[in-house]
């Protein structure tokens, strides 16, 4: 049935920036073992212009980022990264979106959905809006910055940042930050027995699966011991 998720590196990622201007910064964090043991980030040159409007949810600017390497240099580190595990984020589909806009494909990579089998995607990802919406439907909302502080995470959050942001980008709708905030929403679910036992596979079935599949699911009846 495969190991438990725990034990599988899985990579939080966060992208500043949108189709239009090119992605502009990445935030990588590296959740194992229920803890964040690793992570990345870099601002990057746009590659079309950056509306006004954007600027003012993200902070960056067309011409501070000008002289910069752009987003696509690093195809060979988030190829690695799909290869080692899965990769995850909070509302996924906008991130898988922005990624196959610059590359629509990865190498060959493990399935982490099929243990045992290859794909060439970057998914299936661990989404943890879903996840959250799943587990902990009492929630009002499922935005990222809510979430933290519902879960009592933001001073660790803070820690955190202080540890691996650059001093300007410690905030909300700066990449790494919000990758970070996404990884501690991830790891606290280890914190939950029920939780911490799911394996891989059934992580990933759950970031996309409704909520009776769900519950079928945590009973065990979906994927049974072989």
């Known amino acids: 049935m495969g190991h438990a998720w725990i034990d599988q590196p899985i990579f939080f990622v966060d992208f500043e920036g949108s189709r239009a201007s090119g992605i ?3 935030g990588v964090a590296e959740v194992h073992g229920g803890g964040i043991v690793n992570a990345r980030t870099r601002l990057c ?27 696509a240099g690093e195809w060979a580190y988030f190829s690695s990264l799909r290869e080692l595990g899965p990769l995850a984020a909070h509302y996924a589909g906008v991130e898988n979106a922005l990624l196959k806009s610059v590359w629509p494909y990865p190498r060959s990579s493990p399935d982490f959905a099929r243990p045992g089998k290859r794909i060439v995607d970057w998914g299936p990802w661990v989404d943890s809006a879903r996840l959250y919406a799943q587990f902990y439907p009492q929630f009002d909302s499922g935005r990222l910055e809510s979430l933290v502080a519902s879960c009592g995470l933001q001073a660790e959050l803070d820690r955190l940042a202080l540890q691996h942001c650059p001093p300007e980008r410690r905030h909300y ?18 914190r939950e027995p029920q939780l911490a036992a799911l394996t891989t596979m ?11 599949k769900r519950d079928a ?4 009846k979906l994927f049974e011991e072989r």
């Open 24 to 26: 502009l910064e990445f």
């Open 45 to 71: 040159r746009a590659t079309g212009p950056v509306r006004v409007e954007d600027t003012a949810v993200h902070g960056l600017r067309e011409a501070a980022l000008s002289a910069l390497a752009p987003f």
């Open 173 to 190: 709708h700066a990449a790494l930050y919000d990758a970070l905030a996404g990884a501690l929403l991830l790891g606290s679910l280890a």
């Open 202 to 212: 059934q992580l990933l079935a759950l970031s996309t699966l409704d909520g009776e």
């Open 217 to 220: 699911l945590l009973q065990g």
